[in-house]
């Protein structure tokens, strides 16, 4: 079941949303060579308790942090950790959320660390791209297929691939609600989209194939051929006219 959302459950989850695109302006800081996932991970606890908000990943199915940082080949799902320091020409992928209110926030970025390799700018630039041409895509009219189609034209015009394993989803009194919303699918298909749908629209795009797999710590999500994956997450309300980002500061 879809739920629909009144607008002042939007309003609300605006708010929860502005911290979020509050959270990546100053995390976005402190990404350098030599900072370690941990020190983000510590950062974002500080910001969570500065805000009287709470983490919405930490503790959600036993995941131990608030944010997920992957590096590189890392897709999703990375855990923090004191071992893990930036380099110089990675790409890390930060995923954070919160509950405020009793509405979830969600968004992600990619960020590159010092200078990195053309390739990789690419890669981010269409990341970001698919997930724009998502957002156009989300409207009344259109179906939960349109928005896919985008995202998958748009990595795969430019020779990437989409990953397939894990999707976007509707979102509000709980993290993950329906519909699903797959970065890869027909246009015309799918679950009719209406206003006050808020969707959670996650591209994580591939350098190399789809394939991913989970390490063995459980979480971390990276690609099979080990080539580099970005993501790109914004939490969307429909309109009747078209969508507005709430996840932004
Ligand atoms: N943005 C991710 C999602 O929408 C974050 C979930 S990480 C988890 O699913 F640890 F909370 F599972
Ligand atoms: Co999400």
Same mark, same amino acid.
Request: charged share 25%.
């Given at each position: ?11 609300? #989850? ?11 302006? %100053? ?9 370690? *996932?941990?020190?983000? %991970?510590? &950062? ?12 919405? &990943?930490? +503790? ?6 608030? /944010? ?20 110089? +020409? ?9 509950? #405020? ?17 053309? @390739?990789?700018?690419?890669? !981010? ?6 997930? @724009? ?19 998958? %034209? ?11 394993? &894990?999707?976007?989803? +509707? ?17 015309? *298909? ?6 006050? !749908?808020? /969707?959670?629209?996650?591209? !994580? ?29 914004? #939490?969307?309300?429909?309109?009747? %006219?078209?969508? #507005?980002?709430?996840? /932004?500061?």
């Amino acid at each position: 079941m879809i739920i629909i959302k009144s607008p002042r459950e939007i309003e609300a #989850m605006r708010r929860a949303g502005a911290i979020v695109g509050r959270f990546f302006e %100053e995390v976005k800081t402190l990404i350098r060579p030599g900072s370690t *996932t941990l020190s983000l %991970e510590e &950062f974002a606890e500080e910001f969570v308790g500065r805000h009287g908000v709470k983490g919405a &990943f930490k +503790g959600y199915l036993g995941y131990p942090a608030n /944010l997920c940082t992957s590096i590189n080949e890392e897709v999703v799902h990375g855990i923090p950790s004191r071992n893990r320091q930036l380099r110089e +020409g990675d790409i890390v992928s930060i995923d954070f959320g919160v509950v #405020m209110d009793g509405y979830y926030g969600d968004a992600a970025r990619t960020y590159a660390v010092g200078r990195i390799p053309e @390739s990789s700018l690419r890669l !981010m630039r269409v990341t970001e791209e698919g997930l @724009s041409r998502a957002i156009e895509s989300t409207r009344p009219g259109n179906r939960i297929g349109d928005v896919s189609a985008a995202v998958q %034209e748009t990595a795969e015009k430019a020779g990437f691939s989409v990953v397939r394993d &894990f999707v976007g989803h +509707g979102i509000g009194r709980a993290l993950h609600e329906e519909p699903q919303v797959p970065n890869f699918g027909a246009p015309g *298909t799918g679950p009719r989209i209406t206003p006050g !749908m808020v /969707l959670a629209i996650e591209p !994580m795009v591939n350098e190399g194939g789809h394939a991913v797999e989970v390490l063995a710590d459980g979480w971390t999500v990276v690609t099979r051929d080990r080539k580099r994956s970005a993501h790109f997450e914004h #939490m969307v309300a429909v309109t009747e %006219e078209g969508c #507005m980002i709430l996840s /932004l500061p």
